[in-house]
């Protein structure tokens, strides 16, 4: 044994820190190719079913604040069979990029339209039994109300970290994310995920200040089932 060696010689170089993101929550969107017809055609519908069923039913709508929710089985009406092709060409490309089993389509089980006049907003919620769930904008003025998605990873709140108020935070640190209800445009999301809809404060009048959209829940089903 040496014991003229002294104290041994520590590196001076700066260690590389790897960084690698898991678990991400995948949301989809996509504007769908002429939408303004297809829009034209989706509000005479839904406004036809809620000429036959004014009440509707509540789920995450308040209908004491004025929200409508139509009854759950729109997807096999023949009103809704264009956006729901435009639905299921999404889901295709989705199935996909996840590297989902391709023996298997996304397919959707259910279909609901849900009208917001100025005052009403939807609670934060998810969606039960399904394995993706969408929302398609078929009528939405300024200020509708924004869909808003709320970070999953509940247990992170027990410590939130303090961040650089001097730094630009960028999707790695925000707690929420929000989507403009762009009309035409269609926003796919895991079930999973804990989500609301801002109050409706547009300045336009009638008929045309309310938030229209049409909502769907997806799951995995054999390519030849409907
Ligand atoms: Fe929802």
């Known amino acids: 044994m040496n014991d003229q060696s002294g104290p041994a010689e520590h590196s001076t170089t700066t260690p590389k820190v790897y960084h690698e993101n898991y678990f991400p929550t995948p949301v989809f969107y996509c504007d769908l190719p002429g939408s303004a017809a297809l829009n034209r055609d989706l509000i005479k519908a839904i406004r036809a079913e809620r000429a036959k069923d004014d009440k ?3 789920r ?3 209908v004491s604040l004025g929200g409508w929710h139509s009854r759950t089985d729109l997807v096999g009406e023949p009103a809704f069979a264009a956006l729901t092709k435009g639905i299921d060409e999404i889901t295709s490309d989705i199935s996909r990029q996840l590297l989902y089993d391709p ?3 996304l397919g959707i089980d259910i279909m609901w339209a849900i009208i917001n006049p100025p ?3 939807n609670r934060s919620h998810i969606h039960g039994g399904s394995l993706w769930s969408g929302v398609y904008y078929v009528q939405a003025p300024k200020e509708a109300g924004r869909i808003v998605f709320v970070d999953p990873r509940t247990a992170s709140l027990m410590i939130p970290a303090r961040l650089d108020p001097n730094q630009e935070q960028g999707p790695q640190n925000w707690r929420e994310v929000s989507f403009e ?3 035409g445009r269609a926003v796919l999301f895991p079930s999973w995920l ?5 109050t409706n404060v547009t300045g336009a009048k009638g008929e045309a200040a309310d938030r229209i959209c049409v909502s769907f829940n997806i799951t995995q089903k054999g390519l030849g089932s409907s």
């Open 181 to 183: 209800p762009i009309p």
């Open 103 to 105: 023996s298997l389509r």
């Open 60 to 62: 995450s709508n308040v």
């Open 194 to 198: 804990y989500h609301r809809v801002e």
């Open 56 to 58: 509707g039913i509540e």
């Open 119 to 121: 005052g009403s907003a």
